[in-house]
């Protein structure tokens, strides 16, 4: 069944793209090379406490659609580069205070995507993100964390509030800690969180609220990144 469902999925889209011809974004993404891109915008967004990072600008349409490409397309080129300086920028952040944490490995958490959003789409963007980032990177720079967080309430997209009132009102207390399954001892550790785009911040303050809600075994600091900003 699943053999006959992928070939049917598989001569659709070779179908669809022979009529709709690929864009010429998804056509970049195929040639451009991590550093090329990079290079393109060496200077990363810091938040006023320097724990949120964001990689790209938002505003830059290149940007703007890969991140959609890879959000709602699950688009391979999209992914395998984000993933790659992803990757890069998160260790050159941390290597500096890696030595006085208590274990070596970054844990990556990815911000979850409620169910109604992963069923729409097909998957977690932000979770194949992180899986990417390790397969790259390997185990002895990181580790995943997937069911850490989840949505303690239903929540609106944070793109139809209005302002930055009501994005914060909107995430307030929207995560918590699951006790479904295991999760690592996060403490003495270092912990970064993973999502596409963040504005006003809301999604990770209330993230790391929920996180150092741990108490005695919560990390040693908890870091932000983004794709764009």
């Given at each position: 069944?699943?053999?006959?469902?992928?070939?049917?999925?598989?001569?659709?889209?070779?179908?669809?793209?022979?009529?709709?011809?690929?864009?010429?974004?998804?056509?970049?993404?195929?040639?451009?090379?991590?550093?090329?891109?990079?290079?393109?915008?060496?200077?990363?967004?810091?938040?006023?406490?320097?724990?949120?990072?964001?990689?790209?600008?938002?505003?830059?349409?290149?940007?703007?659609?890969?991140?959609?490409?890879?959000?709602?397309?699950?688009?391979?080129?999209?992914?395998?580069?984000?993933?790659?300086?992803?990757?890069?920028?998160?260790?050159?952040?941390?290597?500096?205070?890696?030595?006085?944490?208590?274990?070596?490995?970054?844990?990556?958490?990815?911000?979850?995507?409620?169910?109604?959003?992963?069923?729409?789409?097909?998957?977690?963007?932000?979770?194949?993100?992180?899986?990417?980032?390790?397969?790259?990177?390997g185990r002895d720079f990181f580790e995943?964390?997937?069911?850490?967080?989840?949505?303690?309430?239903?929540?609106?997209?944070?793109?139809?509030?209005?302002?930055?009132?009501?994005?914060?009102?909107?995430?307030?207390?929207?995560?918590?800690?699951?006790?479904?399954k295991p999760n690592p001892n996060f403490?003495?550790?270092?912990?970064?969180?993973?999502?596409?785009?963040?504005?006003?911040?809301?999604?990770?303050?209330?993230?790391?609220?929920?996180?150092?809600?741990?108490?005695?075994?919560?990390?040693?600091?908890?870091?932000?990144?983004?794709?764009?900003?």
């Amino acid at each position: 069944m699943n053999r006959l469902f992928y070939w049917i999925k598989n001569t659709l889209e070779s179908a669809l793209s022979l009529i709709f011809p690929i864009s010429k974004v998804e056509s970049k993404l195929k040639s451009i090379k991590a550093e090329e891109l990079k290079s393109r915008f060496p200077n990363e967004w810091l938040s006023s406490d320097k724990k949120t990072i964001a990689i790209f600008p938002y505003k830059n349409p290149f940007i703007r659609q890969s991140v959609w490409l890879l959000k709602y397309r699950k688009n391979e080129d999209a992914l395998n580069i984000f993933a790659q300086i992803l990757g890069e920028s998160i260790i050159a952040t941390c290597e500096e205070i890696l030595p006085f944490c208590s274990h070596p490995r970054i844990i990556l958490i990815p911000i979850p995507t409620t169910k109604k959003r992963s069923l729409e789409r097909g998957h977690n963007h932000t979770l194949i993100l992180a899986y990417k980032t390790v397969e790259i990177y390997g185990r002895d720079f990181f580790e995943i964390a997937p069911d850490v967080l989840i949505f303690a309430k239903e929540t609106k997209r944070q793109t139809s509030c209005k302002n930055k009132k009501e994005r914060e009102e909107n995430m307030k207390n929207a995560f918590a800690i699951s006790k479904n399954k295991p999760n690592p001892n996060f403490s003495g550790r270092m912990v970064v969180l993973i999502d596409d785009v963040t504005t006003t911040g809301a999604t990770f303050r209330d993230a790391r609220r929920a996180i150092n809600s741990l108490g005695a075994i919560k990390p040693k600091q908890i870091y932000f990144f983004a794709l764009a900003h």
